[in-house]
Nanobody, 122 residues
């Protein structure tokens, strides 16, 4: 199973970026998908998550500015980031809770992408 992120880059304060993360490999089902970020010298923190049914959860720091969405058929999660601030600068990681088999005794595991850099200049 692989998660591959794309869409990071350099943007000015107030600008927008859209991140994508596509899951591939031996996948039976995907429960939640999410985005986390890690700034230099800080711990990785939750940005947003979304369930298969579309229920979303956001960190307070991004509410009203970021929107998470997913395309279940394409096994892809998106993060639309608007009104970006310099404090949003970080490496952004997607993750997903993935079940590789329909067998009930084989549980889901959490997988992570390699990360994509987002830099917001002031």
């Amino acid at each position: 199973v692989q998660l591959v992120e794309s869409g990071g880059g350099l943007v000015q304060s107030g600008g927008s970026l859209r991140l994508s993360c596509a899951a591939s490999g031996s996948i039976f089902s995907i429960d939640y998908m999410g985005w986390y970020r890690q700034a230099p010298g800080k711990q990785r923190e939750l940005v947003a998550t979304i369930t298969t049914g579309g229920v979303t959860n956001y960190a307070d720091s991004v509410k009203g500015r970021f929107t998470i969405s997913r395309d279940n058929a394409k096994k892809t999660v998106f993060l639309q980031m608007n009104s970006l601030k310099p404090e949003d600068t970080a490496v952004y990681y997607c993750n997903a809770d993935i079940k590789k088999s329909p067998l009930p005794y084989l549980k889901a595991s959490v997988y992570w992408g390699q990360g994509t850099q987002v830099t917001v200049s002031s």
